[in-house]
């Protein structure tokens, strides 16, 4: 069976875009090869993506997941039904309200590969359902100060079990997975 993951590149003050959306701090920074091979270990296994659906309900340039690196169904949570939508060979589902079920579609999909959470909110909601099996965070040097939070809000204590950690010249590479 798939496993489900949230995979986010984030702040060190815990954030995954600026208060406009913006991801521009993610990019110019020095690199090492390992930073790229951690976070390509991690795309080579995604199966499938959830993630949440723009208020136009549309695929923009900007908004395709791991920017068109990976070929895989992605489940778009809406609160409106809309027909699928294929472009550049991803099919992109909406699922209306039930992010559970968004994630059990993907992992159907996945089949032995992962299910990667994209977004804060898909995250949150994912990791409150006990849906979540890991966490793959790759730790920008960087603080915002404020801006889209990955895991503020959460309503109850999540214990998790460090499985892997390795910093290189970009950033710092965090592996957890989430105790039952």
Not at 7 to 25: N, S
Not at 106 to 125: F, H, N, P, T, Y
Request: charged share 25%; net charge negative.
């Amino acid at each position: 069976m798939s496993r489900v993951v949230v995979h986010a590149t984030m702040t060190v003050d815990g954030f995954i875009a600026d208060t406009e959306g913006g991801v521009d701090w993610m990019f110019g920074r020095p690199s090492a090869p390992e930073d790229d091979d951690v976070v390509m270990k991690v795309v080579e296994r995604i199966g499938a993506v959830v993630g949440g659906a723009n208020k136009t309900q549309t695929i923009d340039e900007g908004e395709i997941p791991y920017g068109g690196m990976i070929k895989v169904p992605v489940y778009l949570m809406t609160h409106t039904p809309h027909a699928p939508i294929e472009r550049d060979g991803v099919t992109y589902t909406f699922i209306v309200d039930d992010v559970a079920d968004a994630v059990e579609s993907a992992r159907r999909a996945a089949g032995d590969k992962w299910v990667s959470l994209l977004g804060g909110s898909i995250s949150r909601q994912c990791l409150q359902l006990g849906l979540v099996d890991e966490l793959h965070l790759d730790i920008a040097p960087v603080l915002l100060g404020n801006g889209i939070p990955l895991f503020a809000g959460l309503e109850n204590r999540i214990e998790l079990e460090r499985l892997e950690t390795s910093a290189f010249a970009s950033e710092t590479h965090l592996r957890y997975r989430v105790i039952r």
